[in-house]
């Protein structure tokens, strides 16, 4: 076997290595120097990073949300209305049922990091523990203000005083805690849904910096309103909640024969009205709180 003899390495070699350090010493710079110092202070999911936040790519997420909303009202349908879960509890603890579970939840949630991600929001945020787990690195997308825009408070109040009666029906079963469970279920995914909003807002006022900067700079609320609102979008949204609320909560049999007279889990006209009536007002209404800020 033919042994290639030693020979101290070309100049060449020394100078192609010295590129390379050059260079990933470079790229590392740009990127670190991109996603910590950009004065545009941002941040956002990992499905709408930077480059990737286009009003095409929120709009998907949000069509994706509805599936975890539209399923999470299927499952606490299965429950009555179960009132005790909600009025003040007599042993024990102080409040409601569904106080103390939610808190206690959202108290182990955010020492796992939960609450770290730009898109979640705690019902109960005062006194929440600090996370225990390494931060994730969530890209810079939002404007700094954006943090100061949560409205948890009304979304509760309107889940429990309006949604909850028009899909639950009357009664009670005693199961209460895994009521409770499907209620946090419900308000988690549509208070994501609706403080994505700040995101929505993000992108459409990138996109139109001009339009929106002077309605941002009179704080005209309604102008902003103006500008954000695509009736049309939003008819399409309702028409598509409707269908999906009979496709996923349609009874399913093996039975070819049997009795398929519609029988759905939740009314897929009460999730349309849900959205028409609600959940996009909300959205819109966190889009113009964000957009106020938009240029502190
Ligand atoms: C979210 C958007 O902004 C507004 C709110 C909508 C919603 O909450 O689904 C839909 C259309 C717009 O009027 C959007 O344009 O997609």
Known sequence: MEVIPSSSPPFSLFFSLYINCFCSFFFHFVITYHIFMDPEKVVCDVAASDSMLTLESVRKSLIRQEDTIIFSLIERAKYPINLPAYEKHSAGISGSLVEYIVKETEALQAKAGRYESPEEHPFFPSNLPTSLVPPHNYPYVLHPAAASTNISKTIWDIYFNQLLPL???????????????????????????????????????????????????TQDKDALMKLLTFERVEEMVKRRVEKKAMVFGQEVSINDNEDKAAKYKVDPFIVSRLYGDWVMPLTKLVQVEYLLRRLD
């Not at 899909?167 to 005693?174: L, Q, Y």
């Not at 308000?187 to 403080?195: D, G, N, T, V």
């Open 167 to 217: 899909f639950a029906v009357e009664g009670d079963d005693g199961n209460y805690v895994p009521t409770i469970a499907s209620d946090l279920q419900c308000l988690q995914a549509l208070s994501r849904r609706i403080h994505y909003g700040k995101f929505v807002a993000e992108v459409k006022y990138r996109d139109a910096p001009d339009d929106y900067g002077p309605a941002i700079r």
